[in-house]
């Protein structure tokens, strides 16, 4: 399994929204949800129009069985109205064009895989490297941090029991290494 990071460079981060907005909104708004929630993908995919159209988005987590209520932002409510504008409430946010093997059904969310390719693809095309679905969490937590600097509602968020745990997840350790690297010469 390969280690990803977040995407600390803003102007890359922006790269990569346009390129997703212009190329499939379904694609730009599975990213904004996962850079502005920190949740992972398995409670990504399955949300449906009904799921967002209040002020928080109510999930169980499929890893860990526990119940998040995540306040949806300002940029983030603007992305989900405009998306789902028209769409029954039981529709998939990010509904997969093709039939699925399993049940033969056209209406289900892209998988799991399918969100790593086209994530990884549009990375790729921002010049960044070991970026995933994961990278949307990593995201999140990195602009948190940088933002707010409590630790603690990130360990939370991240059902992490130690600060170190979150840093170095965040990258957060690494960077400052690095910094401190770039100090320090005999």
């Avoid at 981060?13 to 708004?29: A, M, P």
């Avoid at 987590?61 to 504008?85: H, M, S, W």
């Avoid at 679905?133 to 602009?143: A, L």
């Avoid at 170190?164 to 690297?181: C, F, H, N, P």
């Amino acid at each position: 399994m390969k280690f990803v990071q977040p995407i600390r460079d803003p102007r890359k981060l922006q790269v990569i929204k346009e390129n997703l907005y212009t190329n499939n909104e379904r694609d730009f708004v599975m990213l904004m949800t996962g850079i502005n929630t920190g949740l992972r993908i398995s409670d990504i995919l399955p949300l449906q129009v009904y799921h967002v159209k209040g002020t928080h988005l109510h999930v169980t987590e499929l890893k860990t069985g526990k119940f998040k209520q995540i306040k949806i932002n300002k940029a983030l409510r603007e992305v989900f109205d405009n998306y789902i504008r028209g769409k029954p409430d039981h529709e998939y946010l990010f509904k997969s064009r093709n039939k699925k093997h399993c049940s033969g059904r056209i209406d289900e969310p892209i998988t799991t895989s399918q969100a790593y390719k086209i994530l990884s693809k549009a990375a790729k095309k921002a010049g960044l490297e070991n970026i995933g679905t994961h990278s949307m969490r990593k995201t999140f937590g990195y602009y948190f941090y940088q933002r707010e600097k409590d630790i603690s509602l990130l360990m939370e968020l991240f059902n992490h029991s130690e600060e170190s745990v979150t840093l170095r997840y965040l990258g957060i350790k690494q960077d400052t290494w690095d910094e401190a690297m770039d100090r320090h010469s005999l």
